[in-house]
C-alpha cells in the first residue's frame, strides 16, 4: 500500500499560511514575515510546491510607484487538497502520540 | 521603471545566485531579487544571501538521488581507486620475484619450514595468493560495469569475494598475535587497500546489480 509521506514543519508552517487566505496572491516577503522561515528556506520549498502542481504563480505589478512586479503565489486546488491531506495525517500523529503519552 | 540602488554586497549575492541556478529556474531568481527592491539594509542583505543559498540548493538538488546508482564514469574512477592497489599487491604477491608461483621445495624448506611460524607465514602468502583474487575480479566486474553497464548480479560470487579478505584480515591478525609481530600484513594501510576498499567496490557492485526502485510519483512534496 501506498503510504503519504508527511511533509516537514517547515512546509506545513507555509501550507497554513497560505490556506489562511486561499484565494489571496502572497509575495515571498510576506510569506517569509508570516512563517518566520528565511528566504533561502522559504523559495526551495515553493519550488518544490509549484513542481508538484501544488502552487501557482504569477508576476503581480507593484502598487507602489516605481517599484517592479513581484512574483505572488497561491494554492491551486490540488495544493488546497493536498494541504488538507496533510493537516489531516499531523492530525492523525498527534492523536497518536496523545494516547501515547497517556498511556504512559 | 525607477528602481532604488543596491548596495554593493547585495548586488554582488544576487550577481552570484543569478550564476549559479540552473537556467530552468531563472523565474525563480528574478523573483527572489525584485524582493530586495522592497527591503533595505540588513533585511536587504540577508534576503540576498537567502537568494544564494536558494540556488545552490537548486544547483545540488538533481545530484541528490537518494541512491548508490552512479555513471560509468565514475565506476571507472571507483574500480581503479577500489581495486587498483590492491590489484597491484596481488599481482606482485603473487609473479613478483618473491611471489608465490616462484616458490620451490627448496625456497620453502630453506625459508619457511626451518624458521618459527615460517609455515604460518608461508600459508597466509597462500591464502593472499588465493584470497587477493578479488582484486583482478573485482576489476574486471568493474570495467565490465563501465563498458556494459552490466554489474556484479552473482550474489554468492559477491559475498565469497567478500570473504576472503575478511578471513585472511582475520588470519593475519591472529598469525601477529601468536607472534607477537605486526607485520603480517594486518596495518592499517593495507587493510585498507587490500581489503576495505575492494570489499567496498564488490558491494557496490552487487548494489548495481540489483534492479533499480520504481519511482512512485506520490505527488508529495518530500520535506
Known sequence: ?104 | MNRPRRSLPVAALLRLARRLMPAHRREWTEAMQVETHYLSGASATRWALGCLITAIKARFAPMHTGTFRVSRWIMLIETLGCFGTALLAWFEFAFGPSGVVRLNGEVIDKYFLATPGGGYVLALMIGFAVTGLIAPIGMYFGLRYVLTGRALANRRLGWALIAAPVIQSVAGSIGSLWMGTDDWGTGLELLVLCALLPILGILHLMYLARPAAPVINTGLAPG
Not at chain 1, 38 to 51: C, F, V
Open chain 1, 1 to 104: 500500500m501506498q503510504r503519504t509521506r508527511r511533509s516537514s514543519g517547515q512546509t506545513l508552517n507555509l501550507l497554513q499560511s497560505l490556506m489562511d487566505e486561499p484565494r489571496k496572491w502572497h509575495h515571498g516577503y510576506d510569506l517569509s514575515k508570516a512563517t518566520g522561515l528565511l528566504s533561502g528556506t522559504l523559495y526551495p520549498i515553493l519550488m518544490r510546491l509549484s513542481d508538484r502542481g501544488f502552487l501557482e504563480h504569477k508576476w503581480l505589478p507593484s502598487q507602489e510607484q516605481g517599484r517592479p512586479p513581484r512574483h505572488v503565489y497561491r494554492l491551486t486546488a490540488q495544493g488546497v487538497a493536498h494541504a488538507k491531506q496533510q493537516f489531516a495525517l499531523c492530525d492523525e500523529a498527534g492523536a497518536v502520540s496523545s494516547a501515547t503519552v497517556s498511556r504512559a
